[in-house]
């Protein structure tokens, strides 16, 4: 009897200190959806501005170069795909979801891509697939670890295509939705093509006061540009670390709830067992009582 109620002692205090952690990373989960979903909503807005000043400068300038037509001739180039994953689990599908999306649209290029994985969880998914891994990247762990990071892409990004190396760029992340769902989405960032260049030209102005280009039209558009490839590359990695902490945030929630419910089984179980312990303390000690009244009543006839 002792022996059974310690086990489930002992099992009701592991499960307490389990919730205990899980309710922690719930916390931590909750914490950085919040501002990871700021800073993607801050974003949104410079990502606007960036582009309404692109479309100025295409106005004014006309058909100037731009810096992804640098392709050597006779270099054959390569495709690069980066596909957003995770370094940490407990994150449901997410992997799974981003990572299915991306070799499902990446079969359907003319040529095979070489693939930069954001993440060794994402990473070992893709070493299942096909596609070659020629690149990873560590998941920033704060929006204030973003920026480097997306420095150092920009930094592969620019060496490989300053030698011809790199023809198209596509990025795979998962994007919320609402509360904890997310989708997967792409978005090709290079080339900077024409077909770019025409929609950010044909793009209204919000105002009717059309605005000038101070100093040098090329040395704007080109600082344009890499603030449009840096935050396109921030915006994305904000946007899959959102996606992930709400699906690590959901995940602890299921995680809560199941433990209450096991804690209250074994909580259950523990009376019971108690009481029945009790019960039969009791019937021993009525037992007992009944035998001696029974021996004291025969030795006084």
């Not at 004014?60 to 270099?75: F, H």
């Not at 979801?97 to 040529?111: E, F, G, N, P, W």
């Not at 994305?236 to 996606?243: I, N, P, V």
Request: glycine share 6%.
């Amino acid at each position: 009897m002792s022996d059974t109620l310690a086990n489930l002692r002992r099992k009701i205090g592991g499960a307490g200190d389990l919730q205990s952690v899980v309710r922690t990373m719930k916390a931590a989960a909750a914490s950085n959806v919040g501002q990871y979903e700021k800073s993607v909503q801050a974003l949104a807005d410079y990502y606007r501005i960036v582009e309404l000043g692109l479309g100025a400068c295409f106005r004014e300038i006309g058909s100037a170069p731009l810096i992804a037509e640098r392709k050597k001739p006779g270099a054959a180039g390569a495709i690069v795909a980066i596909v957003f994953g995770t370094d940490q689990g407990l994150v449901g599908q997410f992997n799974e979801v981003v990572t299915d999306y991306a070799v499902k649209t990446l079969a359907t290029l003319s040529a095979k891509p070489e693939v930069w994985a954001f993440g060794e969880r994402v990473r070992a998914r893709l070493v299942d697939t096909a596609l070659p891994i020629v690149g990873l990247f560590s998941v920033p762990n704060s929006v204030k670890a973003i920026t480097p990071l997306v420095g150092q892409i920009l930094l592969e990004s620019e060496a490989h295509h300053t030698q011809g190396q790199v023809t198209e760029l596509y990025l795979f992340y998962n994007r919320l939705t609402s509360g904890a769902v997310y989708a997967p989405v792409t978005q090709r960032l290079l080339p900077l093509d024409e077909d770019w260049r025409q929609k950010l030209t044909e793009r209204p102005w919000p105002t009717s006061n059309l605005p000038e280009i101070m100093g040098g039209d090329t040395a704007t558009l080109q600082a344009l540009i890499r603030e449009y490839l840096f935050v396109s590359l921030f915006r994305a990695c904000a946007e899959s670390l959102a996606s992930e902490n709400a699906s690590r945030l959901a995940a602890m929630q299921r995680a809560d709830k199941n433990i209450d419910e096991l804690l209250e089984d074994l909580n259950r179980s523990f009376h019971r067992l108690r009481q029945s312990g009790i019960d039969e303390e009791l019937f021993d000690v009525v037992a007992g009582f009944e035998t001696l009244s029974s021996e004291q009543r025969e030795s006084t006839i």
